[in-house]
Each structure stands twice: as C-alpha cells, then as structure tokens.
C-alpha cells in the first residue's frame, strides 16, 4: 500500500505541513488576528489527523523484518552526491524519512503537544503574527527530529564512517 496523498509521502505532509502554515500566516493581515489563530489550529490539527493516520497504519509485525531494520513509510531520495572530495572522500547527503515502533508515538506525541500549544496561546496579543510562524517553525523542526533517518538529512562519507 502507497502512503501517500498527492504524490508526496505521508512524513513529508506531516513534517512539511507547518511550513506551509507559516507561509498562510505570514500572508494574512496584521489585523485580521483570529485568522493567525484559526490558521495555526487547522494546520496542526491536520497533522494530529496524520499522526493518528500513520499510526493506525503502523504495524507493529514487521518490526525488524524491513530491511531498513523496522523502518516503514520510507521516503528516500538522494539529494546530493559529490564522489571525489579530496579530504572527506565521497560527500552523499539523502532525503531519507521512516519511523519505527519508538519513532511512532513520539510523531502522535509531537503532533498533540504543537496542537495543544497553539490553543494554549490563543490569548497571545503581543507579535502574534510572529509568534505563530515560529511556533509552526518549532513544530516542523520537533516533527523532522523523529522522522529523520540521514543526519542532514545526513552526510555520508567513505572515510568519515
């Protein structure tokens, strides 16, 4: 089974789909404040409704038998390869995602904690446009950290490894 919603795997919308709410909050007017709020809540209640979505798809059977050694709803693509760095070698950065069976209830975990903290600022009146882009940004960030399989999504090199 294919997860994926208009061609882009379901971790990608998870981790992403906060960016794309900060694009929405930083178009919308200064003045037109409950739309920030409403913007921030949709979105990350989006991606509760994904977590739980990956979750409920997650099965806990394979656990080790992938050859990713557990890892499912594997997104890999290789994004950078420099075959002759004369002092690191081979220099091959991916775009790899996947979570296991520990990865799992932390991206569910991840998901409520951001949805609860955008209802928790809901008084926030001070650079409110601001403090939801960097509350969606923080949430991106938190979302890559247990998604992430490539440290840079990472770098490999033959002598470094």
């Not at 694009?23 to 989006?46: C, E, H, N, S, Y």
Request: net charge neutral; glycine share 8%; aromatic share 14%.
């Amino acid at each position: 089974m294919a997860f994926q919603l208009f061609g882009i795997g379901w971790l990608s919308w998870i981790t992403f789909l906060p960016i794309i709410g900060i694009i929405i909050v930083l178009m919308i007017p200064k003045q037109a404040r409950d739309a920030m709020k409403w913007t921030a809540v949709g979105i990350t209640f989006l991606q509760v409704v994904l977590a739980v979505l990956i979750y409920l798809n997650f099965n806990y059977d394979l656990s080790g038998i992938n050859t990713q050694e557990g890892m499912q709803f594997v997104e890999k693509s290789k994004w950078i390869d420099i075959q002759g760095v004369s002092w690191v070698g081979r220099l091959q950065i991916e775009y790899f995602l996947g979570v296991d069976g520990i990865s799992v209830p932390m991206v569910i975990l991840t998901a409520l904690i951001s949805f609860i903290a955008v209802i928790a600022s809901w008084k926030t009146e001070k650079a409110l446009k601001g403090y939801m882009a960097m509350l969606l940004l923080l949430d991106t960030g938190m979302m890559g950290v247990f998604v992430s399989l490539d440290f840079f999504l990472s770098m490999y090199s033959g002598k470094l490894c």
